[in-house]
């Protein structure tokens, strides 16, 4: 008969079984020291966006469990992340502080291991990647509940980076506060865009208390911190951050409350199979105008996402539009539906074609 294994037999497995990762990890880190290399001799990207894509799906795909998938992706997000640190030193700008949404957007594309660089404003995560400060940027674009961010949309105009990647992050908002009671709270503060996705909450929970318009998030958490009497609407990151208690959490009206956020770069990214294509676009002002804009991409059964216009700033009543389509702009059938929406257009401008945020 079989003995059977005591807690202490199954830890000596674990403990064999961690130090056989360690060692795999160490060969692993070793293969990706020499592809470094042939890369650098090469003069190619040592980041490609579409083969670490491919990582986590071949991964996901081959899991048996019962190791989560999720959390499978999260381990090798942080496998990989290391492992471009050894190539060079991966260098992004975000739109900070840290502790904000767009700070956690970041982490979450590219890792712990990622220099990660705080910056004040959207035009600045713009300008650390043209000057070749930053390999990448991340900026928000669209909250599920409050719409497009008007100052992302407008750098396209002028810009010629490209979006080499989404991220969609479930938003979770928490009332914050150096006490953690309800009755200590006089003021609260947020950064705009909170603020509209609690107003409900807000309303019933807090109506006499006044609210206050802050920077960000995180600026709301710092200001919090240092005011016994304020509380923040901010993310639990910024919680700990800020040596804040939580006193309420997901306090956000709608449910499915989602942030995308774009990767922006220097080049195009490579095809991967599952794309998204962003154009802009600015249309001649004539009869059937929205028609004959739409009628190259709906002849050809090309999935239309999104749509959004904007004022051109230069001219009054003229607008300028955002299009996202499903494919890549290397896609035959996509070429030629761009090719003809020029012909009813001013200008157009392909933003990117990147992988489709899961």
């Given at each position: 008969m079989?003995?059977?294994?005591?807690v202490a037999?199954?830890?000596?497995?674990?403990?064999s079984?961690?130090?056989?990762m360690l060692?795999l990890l160490?060969?692993?880190a070793s293969l990706?020291i020499?592809v470094g290399?042939?890369?650098a001799?090469?003069?190619?990207d040592f980041?490609v966006?579409?083969r670490e894509?491919e990582?986590?799906?071949?991964?996901?795909a081959q899991?048996?469990?019962?190791f989560?998938?999720?959390?499978?992706?999260?381990v090798?997000?942080?496998?990989?992340?290391?492992s471009?640190?050894l190539e060079?030193?991966?260098k992004?700008a975000?739109?900070g502080?840290?502790?904000?949404f767009?700070?956690m957007a970041?982490m979450?594309?590219?890792?712990l291991?990622?220099?990660?660089?705080?910056?004040?404003?959207?035009p600045?995560?713009f300008e650390e990647v043209?000057k070749?400060k930053?390999?990448?940027?991340?900026?928000?674009v669209?909250?599920?509940t409050e719409?497009?961010?008007?100052?992302?949309l407008?750098?396209?105009?002028?810009?010629?980076?490209?979006i080499?990647?989404?991220v969609?992050?479930?938003?979770?908002?928490?009332?914050?506060s150096?006490t953690g009671?309800?009755e200590?709270?006089k003021k609260v503060?947020s950064?705009?865009?909170?603020i509209a996705?609690c107003r409900?909450?807000?309303a019933?929970?807090l109506?006499?208390?006044p609210v206050v318009?802050v920077a960000?998030t995180?600026?709301?958490?710092?200001?919090?911190?240092?005011?016994?009497?304020?509380a923040?609407?901010?993310?639990e990151l910024?919680?700990?951050?800020?040596?804040?208690k939580?006193?309420r959490?997901?306090?956000?009206?709608q449910v499915n409350?989602?942030t995308?956020f774009l990767?922006?770069?220097?080049?195009m990214?490579?095809?991967s199979?599952?794309?998204?294509?962003?154009?802009?676009?600015?249309v001649?002002?004539e009869v059937?105008?929205?028609?004959?804009?739409?009628?190259?991409f709906?002849k050809?059964?090309?999935?239309?996402?999104k749509?959004?216009?904007r004022?051109?700033?230069r001219?009054?009543?003229?607008y300028?539009?955002f299009?996202?389509?499903v494919g890549?702009?290397?896609d035959?059938?996509?070429a030629?539906?761009?090719?003809?929406l020029?012909?009813?257009?001013q200008?157009?401008k392909?933003?990117?074609?990147?992988?489709r945020?899961?």
């Amino acid at each position: 008969m079989q003995k059977k294994k005591t807690v202490a037999d199954l830890r000596t497995e674990i403990d064999s079984l961690d130090d056989r990762m360690l060692e795999l990890l160490n060969q692993r880190a070793s293969l990706v020291i020499k592809v470094g290399r042939l890369k650098a001799g090469q003069k190619s990207d040592f980041h490609v966006p579409s083969r670490e894509r491919e990582i986590y799906e071949r991964l996901i795909a081959q899991n048996r469990g019962p190791f989560p998938s999720e959390a499978l992706k999260s381990v090798f997000r942080e496998i990989i992340s290391a492992s471009l640190a050894l190539e060079a030193p991966m260098k992004v700008a975000f739109f900070g502080p840290k502790a904000t949404f767009t700070h956690m957007a970041a982490m979450q594309q590219f890792g712990l291991s990622a220099e990660l660089l705080p910056q004040k404003s959207i035009p600045a995560v713009f300008e650390e990647v043209e000057k070749g400060k930053a390999f990448y940027g991340v900026v928000p674009v669209e909250n599920s509940t409050e719409g497009m961010v008007s100052h992302t949309l407008d750098m396209f105009m002028e810009s010629e980076l490209k979006i080499n990647a989404e991220v969609l992050l479930e938003i979770h908002h928490y009332l914050l506060s150096r006490t953690g009671r309800m009755e200590d709270i006089k003021k609260v503060c947020s950064h705009p865009q909170p603020i509209a996705q609690c107003r409900d909450w807000l309303a019933e929970n807090l109506p006499n208390v006044p609210v206050v318009d802050v920077a960000s998030t995180a600026v709301a958490a710092q200001i919090v911190s240092e005011d016994y009497t304020a509380a923040a609407i901010a993310s639990e990151l910024a919680a700990s951050m800020y040596d804040l208690k939580v006193v309420r959490e997901r306090i956000e009206d709608q449910v499915n409350n989602y942030t995308r956020f774009l990767v922006i770069g220097k080049k195009m990214a490579e095809k991967s199979g599952d794309d998204k294509t962003s154009l802009m676009f600015s249309v001649k002002d004539e009869v059937g105008i929205l028609y004959h804009m739409l009628e190259p991409f709906a002849k050809r059964g090309i999935n239309l996402s999104k749509i959004e216009s904007r004022p051109l700033k230069r001219k009054a009543w003229e607008y300028i539009f955002f299009l996202d389509l499903v494919g890549h702009i290397s896609d035959p059938l996509i070429a030629e539906a761009v090719q003809d929406l020029k012909g009813c257009c001013q200008f157009v401008k392909v933003l990117g074609s990147y992988p489709r945020a899961k």
